[in-house]
Structure formats: structure tokens, C-alpha cells
Nanobody
């Protein structure tokens, strides 16, 4: 059974940076396209960025140029480097497989203050 554990969130001022981490287990990570998602209260979870097994990445327009998704297949880890954070980036961030999501983890809270 897939297990996904997110970490690295916190409180940061606008313009600051955070790096999120995701530890994955229970499936063959190196062959999986992975993604980061985020959710704010009262809104559906939305896709933020994804990375294919071969390394190609894609981003939602509102984070392109500010966020970078990377993966470490040797350690089954997924990362999201977030720079130039904005208050509207405040959300709970989740990692999961891309296209075929598995059980969701608890996520990690990111709060960006003015």
C-alpha cells in the first residue's frame, strides 16, 4: 500500500522560500510520475507541479518560474523548492502519484504572511 509523508512546511514571509519533501513507499517510485498538489479550506485540491519518471516536469501557471519539482529515485524522495512565495500560496501541500493518485498523506502546511 502506498504511503506518502510530506514535510518541510512552515510559516514564511512573502518573498521567502521553503523546500518541501515527500517520502514515498509501497510502490515502485522510480517508475512513477509524481506530483505536488495543494488545498485551501473550502476549495478542491489542485495540481501544482508534476515530474515524469524520466525527469520531465510541468507546472501550473501560477507557480511556473518560482517552484521547482525534483526527485531522488535512489531514496524514494520527491521535493518542491518554492521561491518568491506569495500569500496566495498558503495551503496544505500534498504529494502523490500523477494521473493515478493513491492514498493521500496528511500534507504539510505552508503559510505565507505579508
Amino acid at each position: 500500500q502506498a504511503q506518502l509523508v510530506e514535510s518541510g512546511g512552515g510559516l514564511v514571509q512573502a518573498g521567502g522560500s521553503l523546500k518541501l519533501s515527500c517520502s514515498a513507499s509501497g510502490f515502485i517510485f522510480r517508475t512513477a510520475a509524481m506530483a505536488w498538489y495543494r488545498q485551501t479550506p473550502g476549495k478542491p485540491r489542485e495540481w501544482v507541479a508534476s515530474i515524469e519518471s524520466w525527469g520531465g516536469s510541468n507546472y501550473k501557471d501560477f507557480v511556473r518560474g518560482r517552484f521547482t519539482i525534483t526527485r531522488d529515485d535512489a531514496n524514494n524522495m520527491l521535493y518542491l523548492q518554492m521561491n518568491d512565495l506569495k500569500p496566495e500560496d498558503t495551503a496544505v501541500y500534498y504529494c502523490n502519484l500523477f494521473r493515478q493518485t493513491r492514498n493521500w498523506g496528511r500534507g504539510t502546511q505552508v503559510t505565507v504572511s505579508l
